[in-house]
């Protein structure tokens, strides 16, 4: 493939430089705009640099609490996170050994993914919805007492979170398969010729070569739950997540105090992402450094 | 070290000791795989079997009620057969022009980068920094990334100013934001990683010396490419086209900010009948997007084995 580099490097070059330009464009539009001076209004120009709209929004935006909407989606991001990587990966090593029915959960897997998040979340509403009018319907009929006052199901960490696994899971999945297929059995096997037991050749071999694929699963997992907003919305009950008050909030504040809130939404997620990032990184120069020391004498 | 390979241990030894845990080691799969499944079952395969149920109730306005009724479907495509059609029938039309437009400018520009990553970066770190440039913003919220567009296509927006100061237009453009013309770039900028992530995987896997023994054999750049590399890219493609048709088709928050309530969807109207608790309703709509769906994907997966792709 090396050859000169001829009109299409250049042509097809230019279309991914643009594409990177259209890609991050406007959200380093908003990142500047965030920064407006106190009178500045949604659009250029610049009325001065200032972090006004940072500390008002700090102060509340109007009615919404928009702090404890992010500590919501933060705590259903972390649980989100930590069921994906533990069920993916031990759905991942079941679908390894195989057994009956696996087609099926695949299949489920897939379908989970390609079903119109709409849909699934007013599957999921209408769920809880009859669970809870079955319930009023118990308490009525039985009168037992701890039925009588009781409200309903939905919730963050009932119906949203099954919201959120619907979506997260699958991509869980996906990225062991890929991980497994690249993974070799001969590591496995000489663990157990030297006598491992399953428990401790998961704990001390297949989990450490893993480490960094199952750090990007739960990364996958937290990003996609703390940004879902389609399965989310019909799913939820009273109490919003994040992109859903963002979502709201979209349509009545017309001040740059919502560039500040994409801003700082935006450097959440990125803190995020590079913390998991750096574990990896980490991860993987402390395995070399002691695979290099169990090598010296 | 690679040269001190150790001796594979033979079959016939390991095979009668293993030949016991072996009925343990199944039953272990199950109870590995259970949790995955109970969590498709419960809030999946329940969810969806109870909304096709719902679809066949009658409601009011205080309340649904069991019954075996085909209203909610009659209401749905109440007036198709007349000449201006129903709504239902133009929402449906209006949503598969967006996935219809979404598609032809994704899938062109998804291989493109695609095929610039795999076929002309050379060096595997830089190849791997800017693929982690394009999914980056694929990272941060939906709803951000669609108010980042209010400042550049607003009527004062940033497009509007320069077009005025270079003296292109008098007066703003109106249509740049709010408009189907924002709904379709909304839509290319955030599904247009979809189609780049499964056109790479797929190219990244086509063997280099089928290209050589293309080109030794005579064919011109764009035969090479048409000839062996784009039907090689089938499956990428296939799935790709999958992820943008449900995105397009099950949206109705991009239609919604970036049409400014003013377009119709077919989740928009689910949406919306949820709201006003009118289950059975939405339930209909559901189960009739779904099929629609699933009849677009089905023709898409009969190009592929979806499995064999990872």
């Given amino acids: ?297 | 070290m690679n040269d001190l390979t150790l001796p594979r241990p033979a079959e016939t030894v390991a095979a009668p000791v293993a030949a016991a845990p072996r009925a343990r080691r199944r039953s272990l799969a199950y109870l590995q795989a259970a949790p995955l499944g109970l969590v498709f079952l419960v809030f999946l395969v329940v969810p969806l079997l109870l909304t096709a149920v719902v679809s066949f109730w009658e409601y009011n306005e205080y309340a649904i009620t069991p019954a075996l009724t085909l209203q909610n479907y009659a209401d749905l495509f109440d007036g198709c057969l007349s000449a201006d059609l129903c709504t239902t029938i133009r929402t449906y039309l209006s949503t598969l022009k967006f996935v219809a437009l979404t598609l032809a400018i994704t899938l062109p520009l998804g291989f493109s980068i695609a095929y610039f990553l795999a076929f002309h970066v050379r060096s595997d770190t830089v190849r791997m920094g800017l693929f982690l440039l394009c999914t980056i913003p694929f990272w941060t919220s939906n709803v951000i990334r669609m108010i980042s567009w209010i400042p550049l296509l607003g009527r004062n927006g940033l497009v509007n100013d320069t077009l005025r100061s270079l003296g292109l237009i008098r007066a703003p453009i109106e249509g740049l934001l709010y408009s189907d013309f924002a709904v379709v770039l909304a839509f290319v900028h955030l599904d247009t990683v979809f189609m780049i992530v499964p056109i790479f995987n797929s190219l990244a896997r086509i063997d280099r010396s089928l290209i050589e023994a293309a080109r030794d054999c005579g064919a011109s750049g764009f035969q090479t490419l048409w000839n062996v590399v784009l039907p090689l890219t089938k499956p990428g493609i296939a799935i790709g086209s999958i992820f943008v048709v449900t995105l397009v088709m099950g949206d109705f928050v991009t239609v919604g900010m970036m049409g400014g309530q003013q377009i119709a969807s077919v989740g928009k109207v689910i949406q919306v009948q949820m709201a006003y608790l009118q289950f059975p309703a939405a339930a209909a709509n559901a189960v009739v997007l779904l099929a629609a769906v699933l009849l677009m994907i089905l023709g898409l997966t009969r190009m592929i084995d979806l499995r064999r792709e990872l």
């Fill in chain 1, 1 to 297: 493939m090396d050859r000169p580099r001829g009109f299409a490097f250049y042509g097809l070059a230019g279309i991914f430089c643009l594409y990177v330009l259209f890609l991050y464009g406007p959200t380093l539009t908003i990142l500047t705009l965030s920064f407006q001076g106190p009178s500045g209004g949604l659009t250029f120009p610049m009325n001065g640099v200032s972090t006004h709209w940072f500390a008002k929004l700090w102060e509340g935006v109007g009615v919404v609490d928009i702090w404890a909407a992010l500590r919501r989606s933060l705590m259903l991001g972390l649980v989100v996170m930590a069921l994906t990587v533990t069920l993916a990966f031990y759905a991942g090593l079941a679908f390894r050994k195989g057994f009956a029915g696996a087609g099926l959960v695949f299949a489920l897997a897939v379908s989970s993914l390609i079903v119109p998040s709409i849909v699934v979340s007013l599957g999921i509403g209408l769920e809880f919805r009859l669970l809870d009018d079955a319930v009023k319907a118990l308490a009525e009929a039985t009168g037992w007492g701890f039925l009588q006052d009781h409200g309903t199901f939905m919730g963050l960490f009932t119906s949203a979170l099954g919201a959120h696994l619907t979506w997260t899971l699958p991509f869980g999945l996906l990225i062991m398969f890929a991980v497994f297929n690249r993974f070799s059995p001969a590591y496995e096997e000489a663990a157990r010729d030297l006598g491992a037991t399953g428990a401790q050749t998961l704990r001390h071999v297949v989990v450490p070569i893993l480490a960094p694929a199952l750090v990007g699963v739960a990364l996958f997992g937290f990003t996609l739950s703390f940004d879902e907003l389609a399965r989310t919305s019909q799913a939820i009950g009273g109490r919003n997540t994040l992109p859903l008050e963002l979502q709201g909030l979209t349509t009545t504040v017309t001040t740059p105090e919502i560039y500040a809130l994409g801003t700082t939404t935006t450097a959440f997620s990125a803190l995020v992402i590079g913390t998991a990032l750096g574990l990896t990184v980490w991860l993987q120069r402390r395995r070399a450094r002691r695979a290099l020391a169990g090598l010296r004498p």
